[in-house]
T-cell receptor, first 114, second 112 residues
Framework: KAGVTQTPRYLIKTRGQQVTLSCSPISGHRSVSWYQQTPGQGLQFLFEYFSETQRNKGNFPGRFSGRQFSNSRSEMNVSTLELGDSALYLC?????????????FGEGSWLTVV | ELKVEQNPLFLSMQEGKNYTIYCNYSTTSDRLYWYRQDPGKSLESLFVLLSNGAVKQEGRLMASLDTKARLSTLHITAAVHDLSATYFCAVVSGGSNYKLTFGKGTLLTVNP
């Protein structure tokens, strides 16, 4: 079955611009979460959505926002981009099961801010 | 605040040798994940460990969880070059089954 799909895969933006990243979870998965990966800070949790509701939010400024649609697809938005926002943004989806919910990651969106 | 520490952060080993990566975490959690990441790639799920004493094995990798000690180990047996990658452990936190706190990762290089 198809995995977690993220678009775009690569993008370059200028400081001050905004960007929207998209994530389509594995079919049937209703939990979608986002992570930022940088060499300096490692993997950091951004937010998690379940059934269109944000259930958890990481320690990021308000410039980072997200949403989830009724079909479980999710988007995250970063406004007023800063150089430090350059990172790999990973989306993950999960289906809860008694045997333990494997969390699957997409290929990521590589964002470069110049 | 949950903290996850991995050690070592860098590991260079020869093919055929055994080694263990350690993952300690600071607060109670009953679910721990191990992931592998190749350069420029995403995270590949290796193991999900659910309970105290859980042990899972896949090929040359074996993971275990001791929730009382707040410790997980990833044991590598008879390493081969294809195992070269960065390995992350991650722990659920914040009362959510889906919010992961990651360790900094262990960069494993297996030399011929």
């Amino acid at each position: 079955k198809a995995g977690v799909t993220q678009t775009p895969r690569y993008l370059i933006k200028t400081r001050g611009q905004q960007v929207t990243l998209s994530c389509s979870p594995i079919s049937g998965h209703r939990s979608v979460s986002w992570y930022q990966q940088t060499p300096g800070q490692g993997l950091q949790f951004l937010f998690e959505y379940f059934s269109e509701t944000q259930r958890n939010k990481g320690n990021f400024p308000g410039r980072f926002s997200g949403r989830q649609f009724s079909n479980s697809r999710s988007e995250m938005n970063v406004s007023t981009l800063e150089l430090g926002d350059s990172a790999l943004y990973l989306c993950a989806s999960s289906l809860y099961s008694v045997s333990g919910n494997t969390i699957y990651f997409g290929e990521g969106s590589w964002l470069t801010v110049v | 605040e949950l903290k996850v520490e991995q050690n070592p952060l860098f590991l260079s080993m020869q093919e055929g040798k055994n080694y263990t990566i350690y993952c300690n975490y600071s607060t109670t959690s009953d679910r721990l994940y191990w992931y592998r990441q190749d350069p420029g790639k995403s995270l590949e799920s290796l193991f999900v460990l659910l309970s105290n004493g859980a042990v899972k094995q896949e090929g040359r990798l074996m993971a275990s969880l001791d929730t009382k000690a707040r410790l997980s180990t990833l044991h590598i047996t008879a390493a081969v070059h294809d195992l070269s990658a960065t390995y992350f452990c991650a722990v659920v936190s914040g009362g959510s089954n889906y919010k992961l706190t990651f360790g900094k990762g262990t960069l494993l290089t297996v030399n011929p």
